[in-house]
């Protein structure tokens, strides 16, 4: 389903455009959105589950997407900044492989994927290997597990 919002003339206010509102387009000329009716109906499922109002809730669901999309275009951004093997090492990581297996895969030393691991978690900006698999979590690094030295 294809919804226009058009606020001049349109005596209809959908949900879209309270929404669109809400978070800051006052007024759209014209904006286009593709809307599934599944996406509506499950809105609508969420606000009766919770006892909330539709907009209150498509609101925060709104703000929490933009939240963890700004999140990963950051994350985004940091991997860029990291060396070929940096990138190596933390897919691997990623993957659920120990320092000794990285090691062996690349024909490295264990302190060397130590010290690449540790650098790749500098500019991601994260404490540990637990943190650095969740916010990558969303990441495919299938085609790194093919991949070798």
């Known amino acids: 389903m294809r919804v226009f919002l058009v606020t001049e003339g349109n005596p209809t206010v959908s949900l879209w455009q309270r929404l669109l509102r809400l ?39 709104l703000s929490m997407a933009l939240v963890q999309r700004d999140a990963a275009e950051a994350y985004l951004r940091r991997w860029a900044t990291l060396s070929r093997r940096e990138q190596q090492v933390t897919a691997l990581i990623c993957l659920g492989y120990t320092n000794r297996q990285i090691a062996t895969r690349l024909v490295l030393s264990q302190e060397t994927v130590k010290t690449h691991a540790h650098n790749a978690m500098l500019k991601l900006n ?7 698999r969740q916010v990558l979590a969303d990441w495919d690094f299938s085609a790194w597990e093919n991949l070798g030295p």
């Open 23 to 61: 978070v800051g387009f006052s007024r759209p000329s014209r904006l286009s959105l593709e809307v599934n009716e599944d996406l509506i109906h499950s809105l609508e499922d969420l606000a009766h589950r919770e006892r909330r109002a539709q907009k209150e809730l498509a609101t925060e669901l």
């Open 126 to 132: 994260v404490r540990n290997r637990t943190e650095l």
